[in-house]
C-alpha cells in the first residue's frame, strides 16, 4: 500500500507542475550513483490557451507552456499576441513549486509573478544556482485579442519547477582539453532533451567554455569553424554526422583528431556513441587520440595508528617504497598523493606544509601560521594557503619554489578547505564570505610562468558546518558538513544538480576512491560508500589520504 501511495503522489506532482501534460516517451540516460537528474524522464505535452481564460490563467497557462519545447515552444508561443517578440532560449529559471504567485492588475492588462529562483541556466546551457531564497518578480503585458487575453510583452526565457526542471532539460558534457591535450575536461550544460545532440554539437564547435573555464582549457575547433546546418543528423547505420565547412579539410591530422575525440566524447553524453565529421556529405578521416583518465586507485592510501603509511590491501599496508619512509618522517595530519606516487604534499601535525619525494628527501615548503591541507597541481606543485588569507595562496616547487597565485579567492575572509581536480584545470574550495560558507570552484589560468585563477564560479551558496572537500570524480566536488552534531556528505555538481546524504558519525576526512567514496572518523575507522550504504573498510587510521589519481 505504501508503494502505491508513493506513485500516486509522485503523479499528483507531475500533473500539478506540468498542467494535463501527458508522457509521451521515456528516456533513460546512464549516470552516477544515487543523482536523481538521470533517472527516467517524461515528455510533456502542455495545454495551449482556454477560451475566456483570464489574463493570470492566461500567464499561469503560458509559464507552463515551457516544459514543451517542442517546435520551438510552439504550445506557449499560442499564449502570444501576433507580432510579441520572445526568446524562450535565453535563459532557464528554477523555481520553487510552493513560492510561485501571480497577480493581475485591476484591468488585466498586466500580470506580475513572484518566485523563489533557486538555479538559473543561460542560454550556452550553463547551470549555476541561485543565493538562498532569491526572490524574482517576472512582468507581464496583455491586451484583447480576438476577445480572448493575449500576451503583449513577456520577458525573455522560460521558466520551470525545479521538479519539473531535470523532466524536460538534460545535462551533457561538453568536451574540451587542458593545456596539454593529455586531459579531457567535461563543461557540463543542460539543454531540452529532444535537442540536445545538436544543441551540444553546437556548443562544441560554435561557442566557447563557460566563462569561469574558458581561461583554463584548450578547444582543437578552431573559432572560425562553424557547424553547417548547426544541427546532427543520423546515416542509414546509425552514425551520428556533424556536419562541416570546406575550411575543415585544410585542418592537419592531429587537429582532426583531436577534433574527433571531442566531439566523441561530448556526443556520448547525449546518448550517441559513434561520431562521424563530414564535409558537403564526405567524412573526414579522423580518429580518437588517447587522453590520460583521472580514477582514484582502489586501494586506499592510508597513515595507520602505528605511523605505517602505504596502500590499504586487506588488513595489511603495503608501502610505497622510500616515500612511506619520507612521509612517516613528517607526522602527517594531512597528506595528498600525485597521481603516479613519486611525490605527497604533507601538513605535518605542527601545521607547516612539506613534500615527501620517491628518492626519500623531503623538503619544508611553508611555515606561515595556519595552513590548511595542500593540494598538488597536474604539473607536480604544491599548493598552500593560510586558513584566514585566502589571496596569499602559492604553488611551491616539491624542492620549494613559491609562485603567487593571481586572483585567488576575491572577497573571501577565509579557506576551509581545496582541491585541484586531477585533470590540473579546476580548483574547489570552502571559503567563508559575509560569514556564510559557501563551495566555489575556478579555472586554473597559466601563462608563461604566471599562475592565475579565474573567475570563482559558485556551487552553494550556503553550506553551513563544511570543513572538508574532495573531487569525487571530473564533475563532482564532495563536501562534508557538521550541523549540531549530524554529519552529512553533499554531493555538488560543477555545472548541474547536487544531492544530500547522512555521513558516518563523527567523519572527519573526505577522499575519493575508484568507484566509492571514502571518509574517514574521529574513532580511526575507514568507511567505504558503494551506492547509499557505509561499509567499515578499516579500524586504527590516522590519515586517509587524497589522491591525484592513478597511472594505471
Sequence with gaps: MRRAFALVSLALVLALTACTGLPTSGYVNPGRGPQSDDAQAFAFVPDGPQDDATPTEIVEGFLRAGSGPADDWATAKLFLATGTQWDPRARVTIDRLADRRATAAADGTSVAVSLTATAGVDASGAYAPAASGTAETLSFSLARVDDQWRIT??????????????????????????????????????????????????????????????????????????????????????????????AALSLDRTRLDRMQTQLVRSLATAGISDVQMTVGGTPIAATEVPVRVTRVDPSPAVLTSVGQFGSLAG?????????????????????????????????????????????????????RPGLIAPTIDAEGAIWSVPASAPTQLRAITAEGVPLDVGNAWPDAAEITAMQISRDGTRIA?????????????????????????????VLSFSQPGAFDLAWLDDTNVGVLSSVDGVSSLHELGVGGRGSDSVAPEGTRTLAAGSTSVRVLDDQGRLFSRRGSSWTLVASGIRVLAAQQGTTS
Design 315 to 367: 588488513d595489511a599496508v603495503e608501502p610505497l617504497g622510500a616515500l612511506s619512509d619520507a612521509v612517516e618522517s613528517l607526522a602527517p595530519a594531512a597528506i595528498e598523493l600525485e597521481a603516479d606516487r613519486s611525490l605527497a604534499a604533507v601538513r605535518t601535525q605542527q601545521g607547516s606544509v612539506a613534500s615527501a619525494l620517491a628518492d626519500g628527501r623531503t623538503f619544508l615548503l611553508d611555515d
Design 429 to 457: 574550495a570552502i571559503v567563508t564570505v559575509s560569514g556564510a560558507r559557501e563551495v566555489w570552484v575556478a579555472g586554473i589560468e597559466r601563462t608563461d610562468s604566471d599562475i592565475d585563477l579565474g573567475p570563482p564560479h
Design 153 to 246: 510583452e513577456a520577458p525573455d526565457g522560460v521558466v520551470l519547477y525545479e521538479e519539473v526542471f531535470p523532466t524536460v532539460y538534460q545535462s551533457a558534457s561538453i568536451a574540451y582539453f587542458d593545456p596539454t591535450y593529455s586531459f579531457i575536461v567535461p563543461d557540463v550544460r543542460w539543454f531540452p532533451r529532444a535537442l540536445v545532440a545538436s544543441r551540444v554539437a553546437t556548443a562544441l564547435v560554435d561557442g566557447q567554455p563557460s566563462a569561469w573555464l574558458a581561461g583554463a582549457v584548450e578547444s582543437a575547433f578552431p573559432d572560425e569553424l562553424s557547424l553547417v546546418g548547426r544541427s546532427v543528423t543520423l546515416s542509414q547505420n546509425g552514425v551520428a554526422q556533424v556536419q562541416l565547412p570546406q
